[in-house]
T-cell receptor
Framework: GAVVSQHPSWVICKSGTSVKIECRSL??????MFWYRQFPKQSLMLMAT?????????EQGVEKDKFLINHASLTLSTLTVTSAHPEDSSFYIC???????????????FGPGTRLTVL | AQTVTQSQPEMSVQEAETVTLSCTYD???????LFWYKQPPSRQMILVIR??????QNATENRFSVNFQKAAKSFSLKISDSQLGDTAMYFC?????????????FGKGITLSVRP
């Protein structure tokens, strides 16, 4: 159980175009989803936290108009990189946290990641 | 705010030997959880082990165990009988217990190489 998928796994796009990445919780309902960015050999950097049906909360320094996040249902969140440029090339990872059922923390389950290359 | 520090960028260990990865953290929270995550070359994040701060007993998962020193805010991971498949980046992480949107704070990670 607790499987999270991401699609696509790898995308190449031209500079100036927009790219959408999907994150799905396959066997549970995710009230909260997180989006991370990771450069090679570096740690995960949290970009934003999204709750189903409400606006995402972005971390300081992350452009919300650049990285659009939509958490439209309890099993799907999308990250759209608008007007992508080569510096947006990175590995994007989502995680999903199920509704807390009395546990003391929100366990996060990670997707396999999406590699974005902007030419 | 919480901080997680992994000061060793890389380590290498011979297959079948034991290796310890270090992690320190800083927080003013009373209740929290600590984790070690493994990220192999596939880049899928895998939870290795979890420690609840209010539990004094160190967590163990097969060949993986932790040395949790709450007063010193230290949380090291010991890998026994290292295997080639243990080659990966390892991240120490912290999350407070309270708050529906509690966020994971990761350390910088350490690249572990297991030599045949």
């Amino acid at each position: 159980g607790a499987v999270v998928s991401q699609h696509p796994s790898w995308v190449i796009c031209k500079s100036g175009t927009s790219v959408k990445i999907e994150c799905r919780s396959l066997d549970f309902q995710a009230t909260t989803m997180f989006w991370y960015r990771q450069f090679p050999k570096q740690s995960l950097m949290l970009m934003a936290t999204s709750n189903e049906g409400s606006k995402a909360t972005y971390e300081q320094g992350v452009e919300k108009d650049k990285f659009l996040i939509n958490h439209a249902s309890l099993t799907l969140s999308t990250l759209t990189v608008t007007s992508a440029h080569p510096e947006d090339s990175s590995f994007y990872i989502c995680s999903a946290a199920p509704l807390r059922t009395g546990g003391e923390y929100n366990e996060q389950f990670f997707g396999p990641g999406t590699r974005l290359t902007v030419l | 705010a919480q901080t997680v520090t992994q000061s060793q960028p890389e380590m290498s260990v011979q297959e079948a030997e034991t290796v310890t990865l270090s992690c320190t953290y800083d927080t003013s929270e009373n209740n929290y959880y600590l984790f070690w995550y493994k990220q192999p070359p596939s880049r899928q994040m895998i939870l290795v082990i979890r420690q609840e701060a209010y539990k004094q007993q160190n967590a163990t998962e097969n060949r993986f165990s932790v040395n949790f020193q709450k007063a010193a805010k230290s949380f090291s991971l010991k890998i026994s009988d290292s295997q080639l498949g243990d080659t990966a980046m390892y991240f120490c992480a912290f999350i407070p217990s309270t708050g529906a949107n509690s966020k994971l704070t990761f350390g910088k990670g350490i690249t572990l190489s297991v030599r045949p």
